[in-house]
């Protein structure tokens, strides 16, 4: 076994300051790589980026998923720190990652979705992530890893379905960085509904995780 280093987008809107970024668009959040992300610490600092943080700080009042804050720092007129301290309504994926021994080495937002990169020492339990966002309805793509488990292979516990709406998805560029095609594009070469593709894809991504990330020796449940 060896340690994977996994690029993943999620996408919820109880996610921490997903509210406060819908309200203001110009903002830019990234997390404070130095301060760590122990979801124990009980604040959490991130860079932000604003054309005006009297209407960041408005969205960060009437955010369900944050509780106090405070604005540490200003770098420059349109740039700061700030800490958080998260509420109860907020789903937060760092203690999933931590309860695996890893980390969030970064987090920033794209839009309404979120750009994590989790360092985690046992390859296996990337897949506890997929069971958190299934469980609790988060929208998850996987972008990069380390390692790819090839379409082509014979045991790697894909449906024809799964495997075929894969493959239409990376020939059509829906997995680049940005996307050349949208699910519902993907959606229409499959000849189903956007809904029961996204589906096939995130069964489909799980299945690979698994079978790529797991060795021979190794049982999933």
Known sequence: MSDITA??????PDIVLTQTVAHDRSAKVASVSEAGTDPTSGKFFYHIESDDFARFEDGLRNDPTIGEFERVTET???RAI???EYTPEAKVLSPIIS???GVILDMENEGSAWILTVWIPERTELVQLWDYAGQHAIDIDL???NEYASLEKTDDGLTDSQRNALRVALETGYFEEPRNATLSEVAADLDISPPAASGLLRRGIKRLIVSSLVDDSDSVG
């Open 7 to 12: 690029v993943v987008q999620v996408e919820h």
């Open 76 to 78: 420059n007129e349109e």
């Open 82 to 84: 700030y800490s958080f």
């Open 99 to 101: 309860a695996a021994n």
């Open 143 to 145: 972008l990069r890893v």
